[in-house]
């Protein structure tokens, strides 16, 4: 299916989903990858994140002029030498997501299923446990799950612990897509971020906006 939808943000950003239909002989056609990139392909031994590791290199290839290979610093976060800016790729299931920016981003999309409630306690905090109540929905936990993985990936840091450095505010999450108000304490500094979440079909998608 290629490019299902593009979004252009106003930090002079984008945001671009792949909806994964393709079999992985027609995405490798589609690529066309080098032999590096090849050896890598064939050493990732799950179909689904071949699928995933083809379609998110698709979408960077649709905006990054020189893209031939994405690499990945120290910390896990990717990038493409002589690119200026920053990016961002996440999959889940049958799509992937991409976000560009000229400064830091991060981008996180999930199914939804009920398999999150299992793990509440692990990333919520008390604040936002209060804020959620006993009554939230799997829409909602996953909100705040996503926010805190693009996070993670804005900040390019996987050491970071969920529940202690990230508080979410959230206080409109029955809506279908919404803005998030985040801070983000480091050891040296702290930041407060804006991100916005959209459910699109039975995907919550996340993703920094300043």
């Excluded at 446990?129 to 006993?134: A, K, N, R, S």
């Excluded at 970071?160 to 409109?172: A, G, P, R, V």
């Excluded at 985040?182 to 919550?204: G, R, T, W």
Aim: net charge neutral; hydrophobic share 40%; glycine share 4%.
């Amino acid at each position: 299916m290629a490019l299902s939808s593009i979004r252009k943000l106003t930090n002079g950003g984008v945001v671009a989903l792949w909806s994964i239909t393709e079999t992985e002989p027609e995405l490798i056609q589609q690529l066309n990858p080098g032999p590096t990139e090849s050896a890598h392909l064939e050493s990732i031994k799950s179909e689904q994140r071949r699928l995933h590791w083809l379609a998110g290199r698709l979408l960077a290839a649709q905006f990054l002029p020189n893209f031939h290979q994405i690499s990945y610093s120290e910390s896990g976060k990717p990038y493409t030498p002589g690119e200026s800016n920053p990016f961002s790729i996440a999959h889940s299931a049958s799509m992937a997501a991409f976000s560009m920016a000229p400064l830091p981003n991060g981008i996180d999309i999930e199914l939804i299923t009920p398999r999150i409630r299992k793990v509440t306690t692990k990333f919520l905090n008390q604040v936002e446990l209060l804020q959620v109540g006993d009554n939230t929905t799997d829409d909602t936990l996953y909100i705040y799950w996503c926010a805190k993985e693009a996070i993670v990936k804005w900040s390019g840091d996987r050491t970071i612990d969920f529940k202690k450095q990230i508080t979410i505010s959230l206080t409109q999450a029955t809506k279908k897509q919404g803005d998030i108000k985040a801070s983000f304490e480091s050891p040296i500094q702290s930041f407060d971020l804006l991100l916005h979440y959209e459910k699109i079909d039975n995907y919550m998608l996340v993703y920094t906006i300043n």
